[in-house]
């Protein structure tokens, strides 16, 4: 089993920043796929960014490109996303999560999820 801890959410206004860090812990995880995704009220899961977990590679949706960056602490089994001019539409519960099934934006092929972190940008 994994287990994902996300935390670093928060009430920020817009055009600021914030970062989430998500503590991976659990069975060996090399070959995994981290990844990021948020759900505002009302809205299906979105995904954000993901990140493989031994070869570094990433990707983002377009929605979140040129503001938001994941990156991941290999030592500390921490995976980040940095968020970077912050508009009120990003607001929303983010998900850490990890799939064990390859490189994929699709939520339904992520195995653990972490609790989520409220992320709120005001206007």
């Known amino acids: 089993q994994v287990q994902l801890v996300e935390s670093g959410g928060g009430l920020v206004q817009a055009g600021g920043s914030l970062r989430l860090s998500c503590g991976v812990s659990?069975?060996?995880?090399?070959?995994?796929?981290m990844g990021w995704f948020r759900q505002a009220p009302g809205k299906e899961r979105e995904f954000v960014a993901a990140?493989?977990?031994?070869?570094?590679?990433?990707t983002a949706a377009n929605s979140v490109k040129g503001r938001f960056t994941i990156s991941k602490d290999n030592a500390k089994n921490t995976v980040y996303l940095q968020m970077n001019s912050l508009k009120p539409e990003d607001t929303a519960v983010y998900y850490c999560?990890?799939?064990?099934?390859?490189?994929?934006?699709?939520?339904?092929?992520?195995?653990?999820w972490g609790q989520g972190t409220q992320v709120t940008v005001s206007s």
């Open positions: 659990g069975r060996t995880f090399s070959t995994y796929v």
């Open positions: 999560a990890a799939s064990e099934r390859g490189w994929t934006s699709s939520a339904s092929e992520y195995n653990y």
């Open positions: 990140i493989g977990w031994s070869i570094g590679s990433t």
